[in-house]
Each structure stands twice: as C-alpha cells, then as structure tokens.
C-alpha cells in the first residue's frame, strides 16, 4: 500500500533540515499550482484517515481540501483516544484501511503510541504539547516572502503551549533563532526543548529585529493586569523593522495578545500566510507516499 513508510511527523524536528527545506520549496511550487487551478494528482489512490479528536478547523479543513485537490481520497474518521479502545487495538483496524493517520488530539503521548502501535505514517494535526503543521506552513510562507530560512530571528510573544513549542522544535532542526518574550512564569523550561538557538527574555525590545513576530492566545489562568504589557499594538509594530512578518495564531482575542490596529497593520499577514497551511501540509504528504 502506497505510504507504508514510517514517515510519522509527530514533532517538528522528526525531519532533517534537508527534508524541511525541501517541504518548504515545494510548498511554494503547489501554491502557484493551486492558484492555477492545476494541482499535481500526486495523492491519486492514497487513503488517508482524518481524525478530529479535539476542536479547531483550520488544519484539518486545509488537509481534506488539500487531499481532494491532489486526487487522495480523505475519510473522516471518528475515532477517540484514551477513551475505551486500546490505542493498539485502534491502530490495527485503521492500517487496515489507510495508508495515512492524520490525526489532531489531546496529548501527544497518545500520537506517539499510536504511531509505535503501526506501520502507517501518523501525521500531527495538532495536540495541547505541539503544532508542527501549523510552524510548517508559516515557514514556507516566510520563505516564499524572504528567499530563505536561514538565520531568521523569530521572536514569540506568547506563553509555553503549542504554538510557540513546536517554534523551538524549529530551533532544534533549523538554523532559526527563536526567543520567548513573556512573563518568566510562562517561558518554556522542558529540558528536551532547550538548545542554543532558542532564548528566553522578559524585554519587549527584542521584537525591534525580529524577522518574524508570533502571538498565541493568553493562558486561561493569567490575570490581564499579568499580560496587559506584552499586548502587540499597532504602535509597538511601527517601531519594529518594516520587512518583519507579524503572524498573531487565530483564532486571535483582539483586546487581549493584540490590539485591533495591529491586525490592520501592514507588517500583519497573518490570513496570507495561513493559505501555506494547506500547500505545507500537501507537501508533506506527498513527500510521505512518495
């Protein structure tokens, strides 16, 4: 069966730096191809289970339109995890179908056995720990914009939660530096994580060179009086370069991690780099049948 390969993508750093770029080159290729209406049929007879085991929409609407587009077939399986069935037990009746485990949960550990329980590839559409697509398309995004990955400086205005941890799983495959400005409560500590090319930082000065600048929604416990100081406001982006790429992860709580004027800032591209969500996500499937 096409994709029995053992092509899991479960963190971003399960791929070499050579396989990223590659994904990110020919995420470029399939926008022009999707703009002209003429995608590749690369995903012909490819079965491909997508499993919305949490909530969202973005990534597993773009990964079903994706696949249709690239001739795949996508079923939209609903299935649960840590709930009654063995993970085992569910792996062995999806391999029996599907070539491909698109799959968007809770926990991470529950993707890293289910992906040791098959041979089928098990891609992350998301968990609480990470959000490895989601940092793929916005660096082929970045890169269709700047020419290049490397020695960009990525700063994240945001707290220890997905967005921003699958950003230093960036820093670990890619020759990216990333820096963390928020309250010291919130910055990332996993040892697992930590490398020389991410820092962490309480000083909003940073944002002045950033090439590029992410936000994240703020911690449900946080008090706004505790993040009120690291709101990005259209006037806080003035000051930054003008070629920065602001990219605010929706859905976005204007009011609270940004202002209204910093959506409408001309440095904000949030919506045009979240279509490379969807030609990320069909490069990385190709790549995986292939």
Not at 50 to 55: H, K, M, V, W
Not at 131 to 153: F, M, N
Request: hydrophobic share 45%; aromatic share 6%; proline share 6%.
């Amino acid at each position: 069966m096409p994709g029995r390969t053992g092509k899991s993508f479960l963190e971003f750093h399960d791929l070499p730096s050579d396989i990223i770029l590659s994904l990110l080159d020919r995420a470029g290729i399939l926008a022009g191809a999707w703009a002209d209406r003429r995608m590749p049929q690369s995903l012909r007879g490819t079965r491909v289970a997508l499993i919305a085991d949490d909530g969202g929409w973005r990534n597993t609407t773009a990964f079903d339109l994706g696949i249709q587009a690239m001739g795949g077939i996508c079923v939209q399986a609903p299935v649960s995890f840590n709930a009654r069935e063995e993970t085992a037990d569910l792996a062995g009746y999806l391999e029996n179908w599907f070539d491909i485990l698109i799959v968007r949960t809770k926990l991470l550990s529950a993707l890293r056995q289910l992906a040791a329980s098959t041979q089928t590839p098990v891609v992350n559409a998301r968990t609480k720990a990470n959000h490895p697509c989601e940092t793929l398309g916005d660096l082929a995004y970045i890169r269709s914009r700047k020419g290049r990955v490397d020695g960009l400086r990525i700063v994240g205005v945001a707290p220890d939660a997905n967005i921003l941890r699958s950003w230093v799983e960036a820093s670990l495959a890619l020759p990216v530096k990333v820096t963390q400005v928020y309250p010291q409560q919130w910055h990332v500590k996993d040892r697992d994580l930590l490398n020389a090319n991410f820092s962490t930082s309480t000083d909003l000065e940073a944002l002045l060179e950033a090439d590029v600048i992410v936000t994240d929604s703020w911690p449900g416990e946080a008090l706004p009086a505790e993040l009120s100081d690291y709101r990005i406001s259209g006037a806080l982006l003035d000051r930054c370069r003008p070629d920065a790429i602001f990219l605010p992860c929706p859905p976005v709580a204007r009011g609270q991690e940004v202002t209204a004027d910093a959506m409408t800032h001309p440095v904000c591209q949030s919506k045009a780099a979240k279509a490379f969500l969807l030609h990320a996500q069909n490069a990385l499937l190709e790549w995986i049948v292939a």
